[in-house]
């Protein structure tokens, strides 16, 4: 085969290609980022005839399509477990549990499949004694040391496993690309590789991938697009808990969460999250509140935390954990303008309990209830759950699944809530007493501050 060189540029932030050397990438606007790659164009040969297409209607589906991971929360995000042929994208912090959850998972898949682990990473030895600590002893799972992905491909060929773990695709080289392990160039060749080797042999491939300093994962964007599921691994290294959320998932819902807690033995899968978020919570304490919020095809009671104390600088700091900042000043805004609190002065920490990252603008009218406690040192009933989006004119707005919320909140044993009065799904026959407020000033009242 002829193969010819050429020398590109790419941004080794976000895999921007650019004829030339750029000073700020036009896709991400990061700053000396472009590295010079070598990129080798072979000419392939003539392809095979194409097999003929089908209706979809006569398209058979295998019943055994679906394979389970052996973890309940990893199949919720999964929708169901993994599919034949399917490739998976696992990133997150260093050192959070990634290597850890998947040794697991292919315990689990051991005792039914083969399962073939190939670390670059990590010697054979030292995944064995990892593998020791999570009880892993006879199971049929193959490791390989290998990060040579023409050694790794022979031997996929050889044992044909049902499900391939890549830790990780940063460490993973082919020799037809003549640049560095870990590079743009390199992630995209060998993704491609494994998408094609998933696809024709209809085994289940799952990648693990760094992140960069911004969060993203490492690498060209095209590898997020080639890949079946993206998945993200997250939590505070110094928190017990952990959470798989799904970003992306062609056979399942985007927008589920599984959550696991760490152990000595691994992790643990948590099947009752709102017991293990709220069984340290201090009663009669100012500045703490709890809500719901709703993840995938669940409620989840969380605590919500604040802090306001008088600064020593002429501008109060503002800090949040767990939620969006700039949503954060938004409230504070909105509570100064139409509660008239007097916040300009004092810092402010907000912090979502156990370590969780909340996105849903469900969760405001707690935050904002959490800093007027706060800021009035009175506590809020221990009882009390509080649900609505609060806008900039101190509207409270409706939420989504309302129904399901409260009934994650009566099940915990709480008596009252919060909700907002326009909200169209409120629940019927609830025993929770619901009280509705239409305005931020309302829902302060409701409380009995």
């Not at 095809?297 to 600088?313: F, G, K, N, P, T």
């Not at 509080?386 to 709480?414: P, T």
Request: net charge neutral; aromatic share 8%; charged share 25%.
């Amino acid at each position: 085969m002829k193969k010819k060189t050429k020398t590109f540029f790419y941004c080794s932030n976000c895999g921007y290609e650019s004829l030339k050397w750029l000073g700020k990438c036009p896709d991400c606007s990061s700053w000396n980022s472009f590295v010079e790659e070598q990129q080798v164009a072979t000419k392939n040969p003539t392809p095979k005839e194409a097999a003929a297409p089908e209706m979809i209607g006569a398209i058979e589906i295998k019943k055994d399509m679906r394979i389970s991971s052996g973890f309940v929360e990893v199949d919720r995000v999964l929708g169901g477990g993994f599919i034949s042929g399917e490739i998976l994208l696992l990133s997150g912090e260093p050192g959070i549990g990634k290597s850890t959850l998947v040794l697991q998972i292919a315990k689990n898949l051991g005792r039914d499949y083969k399962v073939l682990y190939c670390s670059g990473e990590e010697s054979k030895e030292q995944i064995k004694y990892r593998g020791n600590r999570l009880g892993i002893t006879g199971e049929s799972i193959l490791v390989s040391a290998e990060n040579n992905f023409e050694n790794v491909q022979r031997i996929i060929e050889k044992e044909q496993p049902d499900f391939l773990v890549i830790d990780s695709i940063q460490t993973m080289y082919t020799s037809e690309i003549e640049s560095a392990q870990g590079t743009v160039a390199q992630a995209r060749e060998i993704s491609a590789k494994l998408l094609k080797l998933a696809k024709n042999s209809a085994m289940t491939v799952m990648i693990i991938g760094h992140i960069t300093k911004d969060g993203g994962i490492a690498g060209p964007k095209v590898l997020e697009h080639m890949v079946d599921a993206v998945l993200y691994f997250e939590g505070e290294r110094y928190y017990q808990y952990r959470s798989l959320r799904s970003y992306k998932n062609r056979f399942g819902s985007s927008s589920e969460i599984g959550i696991f807690e760490m152990a000595e033995e691994g992790l643990v899968e948590v099947l009752n999250p709102s017991k293990f978020l709220l069984q340290e919570r201090a009663e009669e304490a100012p500045g703490s509140v709890i809500t719901a919020v709703y993840e995938g095809s669940r409620a989840i009671l969380l605590e919500v935390q604040a802090l306001v104390s008088d600064s020593h600088y002429n501008q109060g700091r503002r800090v949040a954990t767990g939620y969006d900042y700039n949503r954060i000043n938004m409230i504070i805004a909105v509570l100064e303008k139409k509660i008239g609190l007097q916040l300009s002065g004092s810092d402010i920490y907000v912090n979502i309990v156990g370590g969780l990252k909340v996105s849903e603008p469900a969760v405001d009218l707690a935050i904002a209830l959490a800093i007027t406690s706060s800021f009035r040192n009175k506590s809020i009933d221990k009882d009390l759950m509080i649900i609505g989006e609060v806008g900039l004119s101190g509207e409270v707005r409706s939420v989504s699944n309302l129904d399901q919320r409260i009934a994650e909140a009566e099940k915990m044993g709480f008596a009252k809530a919060i909700v907002p009065v326009h909200n169209k799904t409120l629940p019927k026959g609830a025993k929770i007493s619901l009280m509705k407020a239409s305005n931020l000033a309302e829902a302060i009242r409701l409380t009995e501050f």
